[in-house]
């Protein structure tokens, strides 16, 4: 690293400047939309951006900025004590139509015609409001965690037999195909499993019980919410679920993430009798997120074999899903190229969840240098920059994503390993 990129000093002020500088370097603005003719984004994407570092001495530094349409030069959270809530915005729920269609992102919508529902916060000094994207796949990290809690209740168990769509698979093969390359059916199973046991619950067609938002508001992070899913298996659009009641901001999303880590400092803002996972349910979480194939959002390495292919956070790709040729293929999901020198390579260690879908993208996790290297960070960011944006099929969203990933990271690390 330069001496030029140094800061003077971490503290959330100067992060929070890195991280609105990282940002706006960018030009998110000059974005193509192929769904306006392909000429520059209307507005500004909207971008959800939170950081936690854990310096080797001292206290954790947080910070996290806010852009959109409203606010294309950035808001930057004021954060309570104690990596507490966000006390200077006001969040907004996404939304869809009667079809069913997300309608926020489309390139002639008008948001001062739209009518909004709250979903968090009061507007503030220097504050504002934002909507909060979906953010896609990035939820089934909530529903790991519940499962994990209800494992830990003794109503579940990771070795249980669970069936459905005729294969029956134990909990934890669901979870981690859930989680490492994102099926959806494995994401269905598991909300059976949480309908059955009794955590979510229905009644009239109307939620009338979910264990999921109460360990949400016992962990203090009021922002999640995984509403309105169905005993078979549905959380999208479809069955009444999906945009609007699904819901993550990037700051209560790195905070799940400082509660699941198992090396980070004591959460500050939780009481001393906040939910905790267990040893073996933590194990199963952090095994699944060590694991994820799906490095195509902050971090870019199984991209490495499509033209144009633009560096992210520089985290080493898991070899177990690499075949011979070096292609990637996980799952439902397979990517070209020789990617053997990404699993081989890289800084850190990225135990990440990603979200992508035409409208949305989203990537959250825990970034840890490989020795030597020592930095320790988490990061979040959920945007409406999905694949409509993207230049290449096999990617999720525009290059600009990774290429900020990659200029986090490189402050983080002047920063935490100086």
Not at 123 to 131: A, L, Y
């Amino acid at each position: 690293m330069t001496a030029a990129l140094k800061p003077v000093a971490l503290d959330a002020a100067s992060l929070a400047e890195a991280l609105r500088t990282a940002v706006l370097a960018q030009d998110f603005g000059a974005t193509l939309d192929p769904q306006d003719e392909g000429r520059p984004i209307r507005h500004f994407p909207s971008i959800d951006l939170a950081v936690v570092a854990f310096p080797e001495k001292g206290t954790p530094v947080a910070a996290n900025v806010l852009f959109s349409r409203e606010h294309p030069q950035g808001l930057v959270a004021d954060i309570a004590p104690g990596a507490g809530p966000v006390r200077n915005i006001r969040f907004l729920a996404d939304q869809r139509d009667a079809e069913g269609n997300s309608i926020a992102w489309r390139p002639a919508s008008d948001w001062s015609a739209m009518d909004w529902t709250p979903l968090a916060g009061e507007v503030g000094e220097g504050g504002g409001r934002v909507v909060a994207p979906y953010p896609a796949s990035l939820l089934k990290l909530m529903l790991l965690a519940g499962v994990g809690r209800l494992v830990d209740q003794g109503r579940a168990g990771w070795w249980q037999a669970l069936t459905y769509a005729g294969r029956e698979r134990a909990v934890s093969d669901w979870a981690y195909d859930m989680v490492t390359w994102s099926s959806n059916e494995a994401t269905s199973a598991l909300v059976t499993l949480m309908h059955a046991a009794g955590a979510i619950r229905r009644d009239g067609g109307r939620e009338v019980r979910n264990e999921l938002h109460t360990l949400f508001a016992a962990l203090g992070l009021t922002t999640l919410r995984f509403a309105n899913t169905t005993a078979e298996g549905g959380w999208g659009n479809g069955s009444g679920s999906g945009v609007g009641q699904i819901q993550m901001t990037a700051w209560d999303t790195v905070r799940l993430l400082w509660w699941l880590d198992p090396v980070a400092p004591r959460a500050p803002w939780l009481r001393a009798d906040a939910p905790r996972l267990s040893p073996e349910s933590r194990n199963q979480a952090m095994h699944a997120l060590q694991d994820q194939a799906l490095h195509q959002v902050l971090s870019s390495g199984a991209l490495g074999g499509v033209l144009g292919w633009v560096p992210g956070l520089p985290a080493r790709l898991p070899s177990r899903w690499l075949m011979p040729d070096g292609g990637l293929h996980a799952g439902e999901v397979s990517l070209p190229g020789d990617l053997r020198r990404f699993a081989t390579g890289g800084e850190v260690w990225f135990a990440h969840k990603t979200g992508n879908t035409e409208n949305y993208t989203s990537d959250a996790g825990i970034v840890r240098g490989i020795l030597p290297r020592r930095r320790h960070y988490l990061i979040a960011l959920l945007s409406n920059l999905g694949s409509r944006y993207a230049p290449h099929p096999s990617c999720s969203t525009t290059w600009r994503i990774p290429a900020l990933g990659a200029a986090v990271d490189a402050r983080m690390a002047t920063w935490l390993e100086s």
